[in-house]
């Protein structure tokens, strides 16, 4: 198959407003008569909800939780970039596209970044203007603060919140929509499969998770907006119900799945104290703005962190990237981090953290200043481990935070399968191997309010869709499997729960293919988590029924779509013979221990075609084709 | 019930159990086996794997982001909505906080507006109900002026933060003698009322959301301030006078609609 990218001729810089002034459009007393299904109420999902709803479309929007306000984007903390250039520190559409293409170490889709950066200015417009409190200076304009990966000051934030302010936003817009009846809401209500008809996405079949009941629904397209797959490594900073059940069952039905292994390991995470943990916090990036990072110089270290001298700490970032300091990117500080660890520098239960200390900042700024900056993440860091972060250092370590990887889209965020549109952290689509601090959000919202509401406009409009109902055939057949699914998860009757087996399915990828992985590793897990699948299906204990609230059941039901998510991870990362970004390959590194890209043979997007059970899935290339920049060695030195 | 290997202490837990919303439901007696490094719904995990290796149905309670910030956990632990600590979510409440022996009364929220759908469970949607009345800036996509050309002063950006910081779990309801929401509806009016952003629609937006809280069956306020005693997102009573002042006014201003022309 022959995969078709659809960016638009022209400039880099006018390809956006070319597809826009070219775009089929459906006329606004005809939007009324098109149903679109977005499944997600995060940044990407809501926005887009919202955004079709003001536009006229119906919209059927669905989450598993119990709200739409609850989707995981609530939990972004640091902040959203925006090239406003505030500052006038020289920031600019073309350098947030820079950053944000060299952050993604030359892995990902330079159309689509560039819009990305280019629409950035409306978000900020847009999110203000909706009464996200951002932070301010003091002459009530919007003030900013710096991330990892860039050299100007081009983060907006809402303290410690901006997430769950930004996805207010998106909420109380959406709310106006549900009010007003334009939008459907269906909370608690889980997506598990995709049904096409004629080829084209038609609908979504639910399980609605307060009476267990399956439902079918019908639409004219269907966008999923659910999210990021980090929760295959159990423990990540991923919200507990964080799942990839709707863009695998989508790939099963034919979607394509690109570049899985770009998974990102953050680097300033709380770390684990016991094996009963049942997820990692975060740290926001946004510490490291005033937070420095060290080990002790020596191994064995039995001092009080207080009594250790300067001259015996390696700031070790500092030491290493004095460009970017603190400030490297996330992948970066994270291998070293791990590299620190390795050596038997690190500090903490096991050795695994290293210090995140402000005690210099408060020093220099003072108690106030800080509590004020980071309050809310002091607070947590304090009621997580019961040490005062401002007596004592934080300890961190990385953890499973993003996954750049997802469903393969075109330009208009359409997938390979007509009338499936993908947004958010489920797609694949803009950050390459690695993703910068502050991105994440941003996309959200630049796909939820900008790209999709305009680019579905255009496949509507562009007709061929044909009059259905959740009669058809393909429908019925749907709920059947999921049926006979659910049933041969309640019937195992086995002996060992589903978070045993998640848990030991996490481990194999975090050490399998973690933050550093090996021909032999990913060898390793393609070998094991078959057997453990397998054992899966056999061996499962699920309580109570079907017909019911029953939280083990849907968790049994997202984990056997992690074991076949996992293996595919590790597949792809034992193809890519190079390594880059977050995916880091220990055969190919620089001789200072960075990562080693082969951009002869692996400048690609690799696109996985789903071929059925136990059959190795088949890879499709989009080639990535450079116009206007040039492929360099990422250095943050 | 088996220690579980996790050490430490000891704890007893009653616990409200109830199948569904017919069911009338009851407190059943668990002894669990933890640690003071545990979270407190890691606590309840470890009693759930126990319960379910013994063939018996596991304790549904709601949780996502075990961060304090989704706002889908609480409950009542012993009287109090996500337990004795105050000012953080059950989902950040650790067993360091206990000791061994202690004695724990789980119940979920309880307030005619919140029906329990499932053991510690609770539907809250009409929290919901009481934005979709106007809880937001109506602002289509596409339609927002350049983003410094509106000024807000710092002191009003960090009022509208400090209200804005509800998380919308439902404590403040569970918390109060009189099962009201004001806490909720008015941090949502304060946010939206301090703002320049927030003016056109500053008096109907208080009008309609106040209509809506009381029709959703939550009780009215006395100020005793209970709730503000457990808002983990420290939701200041504060913002319960700026909602009844708007509210007098927004009043005033409906009757004598020539008043409205003259906005805020
Ligand atoms: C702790 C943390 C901090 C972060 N901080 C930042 C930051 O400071 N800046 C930044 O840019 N990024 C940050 N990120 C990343 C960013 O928050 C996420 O990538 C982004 O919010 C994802 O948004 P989304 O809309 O794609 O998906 P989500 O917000 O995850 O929403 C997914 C939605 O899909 C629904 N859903 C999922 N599966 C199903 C299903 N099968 N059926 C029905 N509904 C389903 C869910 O209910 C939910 O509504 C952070 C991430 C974490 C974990
Ligand atoms: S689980 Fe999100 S606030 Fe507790």
């Not at chain 1, 990407?44 to 919202?50: I, K, N, R, S």
């Not at chain 1, 992690?562 to 590790?570: A, H, K, P, Q, V």
């Amino acid at each position: 198959m022959a995969l078709d990218s659809r960016i638009p001729g022209g400039p880099l810089e006018n390809k956006w407003s070319e597809r826009k002034d070219h775009m089929k459009m459906v006329n606004p007393s005809n939007k009324r008569k098109y149903t679109v299904i977005v499944v997600g109420t995060g940044l990407a999902g809501g926005a887009a909800a919202a955004s079709l709803g003001e536009l006229g479309y119906n919209v059927l929007n669905f989450c598993y939780q119990d709200s739409p306000r609850r989707a995981h984007s609530i939990a972004a903390q640091g902040g959203i970039n925006g090239a406003k250039n505030y500052q006038n520190d020289g920031d600019s559409v073309y350098r947030l596209f820079y950053d944000t293409i060299k952050g993604g170490d030359f892995r990902a889709r330079e159309a689509n970044v560039y819009r990305l950066a280019e629409v950035s200015v409306n978000i900020i417009d847009q999110c203000a203007a909706q009464g996200v409190p951002f932070g301010r200076e003091y002459g009530g304009t919007l003030a900013n603060r710096s991330f990892g990966g860039a050299q100007v000051s081009r983060t907006f934030y809402a303290r410690g919140q901006t997430g769950q302010q930004l996805l207010l936003g998106a909420y109380q817009a959406l709310e106006r929509q549900v009010a007003t009846g334009q939008v459907k809401m269906y909370s608690r209500h889980e997506m598990l499969d995709l049904v096409l008809i004629d080829g084209r996405a038609r609908g979504i079949v639910v399980r609605n998770l307060e009476t267990g009941k399956i439902q079918s629904f019908i639409g004219d397209a269907v966008m999923l907006c659910t999210g990021g797959y980090a929760n295959a490594f159990y423990l990540s900073t991923n919200a507990k119900n964080c799942n990839t059940s709707a863009i695998w069952r989508a790939h099963r039905r034919g979607a394509l799945f690109a570049n899985p292994c770009y998974t990102q390991i953050h680097p300033t995470c709380i770390p684990k104290s016991g094996d009963y943990q049942s997820k990692l916090t975060l740290m926001s990036e946004s510490l490291r703005n005033d937070g420095r990072i060290w080990v002790p110089k020596k191994k064995g270290e039995q001092r009080p962190v207080d009594q250790i001298p300067e001259e015996d700490r390696d700031y070790y970032l500092e030491r290493i990237y004095p460009s970017y300091g603190n400030l490297a990117p996330r992948d970066v500080s994270s291998r070293q981090a791990k590299y620190r660890c390795d050596e038997g520098l690190g500090v903490g239960p096991g050795g695994l953290g290293v210090y995140l200390d402000f005690s210099e900042a408060i020093k220099r700024l003072g108690q106030n200043v800080i509590a004020e900056r980071y309050g809310n993440l002091f607070e947590m860091y304090e009621r997580i481990t019961g040490e005062n972060p401002y007596q004592v250092p934080m300890r961190i370590y990385p953890a499973a935070h993003y996954t750049m990887g997802g469903l393969w889209v075109d330009y208009d965020l359409m997938s390979n399968v007509p009338g499936l549109f993908v947004g958010g952290e489920a797609n694949f689509s803009d950050h390459g191997a690695n993703r910068l601090g502050a991105s994440a959000l941003m996309q959200g919202l630049a796909d939820g309010y900008f790209v999709l509401p305009l680019t579905v406009g255009d496949y509507l409009a562009s007709g061929g869709i044909k009059k259905a109902d959740t009669s058809h055939a393909a429908f019925k057949d749907a709920e059947r499997e999921i049926n006979t699914r659910l049933d041969k998860l309640l019937g195992a009757k086995g002996k060992r729960t589903v978070d045993s087996y998640w848990r030991e399915l996490g481990t194999i990828l975090w050490d399998e293919c973690g933050m550093a992985r090996s021909k032999e590793s990913l060898q390793r897990a393609l070998t094991k988590i078959p057997v453990l699948r397998e054992e899966y299906w056999k061996n499962l204990k699920v309580p109570g029924s079907g017909n019911d609230f029953n939280q083990e059941l849907e968790k049994a039901n997202r984990v056997a779509d992690f074991f076949e998510l996992g293996e595919l991870l590790c597949a792809d990362a034992l193809d890519r013979n190079e390594s880059c970004g977050g995916h880091f390959r220990t055969e190919y590194q620089t001789p200072d221990g960075e990562a080693k890209r082969n951009d002869a043979e692996y400048a690609y997007v690799a696109a996985w075609g789903w071929k059925g059970e136990n059959q190795k899935p088949e890879l499709h290339k989009e080639p990535l084709v450079y116009e206007k920049i040039q492929l360099a060695t990422r250095s943050y030195k | 019930m088996s220690a579980n290997g996790h050490g430490g202490m000891k704890l007893t837990l009653d616990i409200w159990r109830q199948k569904n919303a017919s069911d009338p439901g009851r407190f059943v007696r668990y002894q669990v086996a933890a640690n003071e490094h545990m979270s407190f719904l890691e606590m309840l995990d470890v009693l759930n794997q126990d319960l379910i290796t013994k063939g018996e149905e596991p304790l549904a309670f709601d949780s996502d982001c075990r961060e304090g910030i989704c706002g889908m956990c609480g409950f009542v632990i012993n009287g109090s909505p996500h337990g004795p600590t105050h000012g953080a979510t059950v989902c950040q409440l650790h067993m360091r906080f206990f000791k061994d022996g202690d004695s724990l009364t789980l119940e979920p929220w309880r307030a005619k507006a919140f029906p329990i759908l499932k053991d510690l469970v609770v539907n809250r949607a009409a929290l919901d109900r009481i934005i979709q009345a106007g809880g937001y800036i109506s602002t289509r996509t596409g339609s927002a002026p350049e983003a410094n050309s509106i000024l807000v002063p710092k002191e009003s950006s960090d009022i509208a933060m400090e209200a804005a910081a509800c998380i919308g779990c439902g404590a403040c309801v569970a918390a109060c003698p009189n099962a009201s929401a004001h806490l909720f509806t008015s941090a949502k009016i304060t946010h939206l009322g301090v703002l320049p952003q927030g003016q056109p629609e500053r008096y109907t937006r208080v009008l309609d959301m106040m209509n809506q809280t009381t029709a959703e069956g939550f009780g009215h306020c006395t100020l005793m301030g209970e709730c503000e005693a457990v808002c983990p997102g420290h939701v200041s009573l504060e913002v319960i006078p700026r909602m009844n002042a708007d509210f007098f006014k927004g009043s005033l201003k409906k009757r004598d609609p020539k008043a409205v022309a003259g906005g805020a």
